[in-house]
């Protein structure tokens, strides 16, 4: 079967620009859950979407945000780009949580902000 | 403040031995605990979940403990090979939905 689909695999954009990244999950999954990965602070959740509601929140400010289609497909999106939100940006598709089923991540998208 | 330590940033062993890695964590209490493999480049891969009330998970040359007592988990991977070698992530997650990820201890099995 497909694995999980990140959209695009690299983007730069510059400080102040707001950005938003795909994810279409394994068929049949419903649980989508983001991530963001940097050298200094390793891997972080962001949030999970279950059946298109947020279910899961990390400690990220508001300007990350995201969003779940009825096909399961997530977005997610980062307004007002600091210097720091460059990273590797994750996500995981599950059956049902990503808390306590096997996850299976994409390839990621490489946030470059400049 | 929550604490999720691993052992070493970085570990080196001989083909064939056991690799032991350790996940600890402090101020937490994680109803679950799961184990990942990533390469340089891709994303993280599952290996094994365990549950609070779990002792112990095997899957093939893969074991994981989990003592909540010692809030501490053990992940050994036997008969190590060169391909073994890779960065492994512990991951624990809270009955509040929170989820935390130790900083990866880079294993790397020589010949």
């Known amino acids: 079967k497909a694995g999980v689909t990140q959209t695009p695999r690299y983007l730069i954009k510059t400080r102040g620009q707001q950005v938003t990244l795909s994810c279409s999950p394994i068929s049949g999954h419903r649980s989508v859950s983001w991530y963001q990965q940097t050298p200094g602070q390793g891997l972080q959740f962001l949030f999970e979407?279950?059946?298109?509601?947020?279910?899961n929140k990390g400690n990220f400010p508001g300007r990350f945000s995201g969003r779940q289609f009825s096909n399961s497909r997530s977005e997610m999106n980062v307004s007002t780009l600091e210097l720091g939100d460059s990273a590797l940006y994750l996500c995981a598709s599950s059956l049902v949580a990503v808390m306590n089923t096997e996850a299976f991540f994409g390839q990621g998208t490489r946030l470059t902000v400049v | 403040s929550q604490k999720i330590e691993q052992n070493s940033e970085a570990l080196n062993i001989q083909e064939g031995k056991t690799a032991t890695l350790t996940c600890n964590y402090t101020n937490y209490s994680p109803a679950y605990l799961q184990w990942y493999r990533q390469d340089p480049g891709r994303g993280p891969v599952f290996l094994l979940l365990i549950r609070e009330n779990e002792k112990e998970k095997r899957k093939e040359r893969l074991k994981v403990t989990f003592d909540t007592t010692l809030k501490q988990s053990l992940f050994h991977i036997t008969a190590s090979q060169p391909a073994d070698s890779a960065t492994y992530l512990c991951?624990?997650?809270?009955?509040?939905?929170?989820?935390?990820f130790g900083a990866g201890t880079r294993l790397t099995v020589k010949p």
């Open positions: 991951a624990l997650a809270s009955n509040n939905n929170d989820m935390r």
């Open positions: 979407y279950f059946s298109e509601t947020q279910r």
